[in-house]
């Protein structure tokens, strides 16, 4: 499987640009996964519902299946982070994992920048950035060799991530 996380600051475009890809990487034959990190105490559930109820009740893990879809709900006993690696390791076969707000993982990211954002860049400092997907590539405040990509060309990044392939292709870290 091929992972590639998209990092950047909120208000960015990575759920936006991901939301874009999906479709254009299974028009191109291929089976499309999100890893999203979230924040803090989200909630997928609603009050009320017999998988919400389970978990306030101190379930470890409350899984819903249907005909259609499964849904995994796990408390962590002790709060702290997730690792990327431990997550992607959950995950069913796919093509590609499209990986979204683990900003500081080991794996390599296209950054999501926009100038009007007015937020630092992430390249110069990570060498897992790979390409940096701008729509102000003359406002870069520092110089790059990266390849860039036009945030508003979803097709084109769908392109550079197939003929990239290769760079992308997973291998789980030694522990």
Known sequence: MKVV?????SGSGKTTLIEQLIPRLRAAGQRVSVLKH???AFDVDKPGKDSYRHREAGAFEVLVASSRRLALMREYEVEGDPDVHQLLAELAACDWVLVEGFKHA???KVEVWRAANEKPVIYPDDPFV????TDSPALLPIA???PLLDLADADAVAQFLLAQALRYEYTRPAP
């Open 5 to 9: 996380g998209f990092c950047g600051y």
């Open 38 to 40: 979230a924040h803090h």
């Open 106 to 108: 080991d794996l390599p």
């Open 130 to 133: 790979s390409a940096i997907a």
């Open 144 to 146: 790059t060799q990266l």
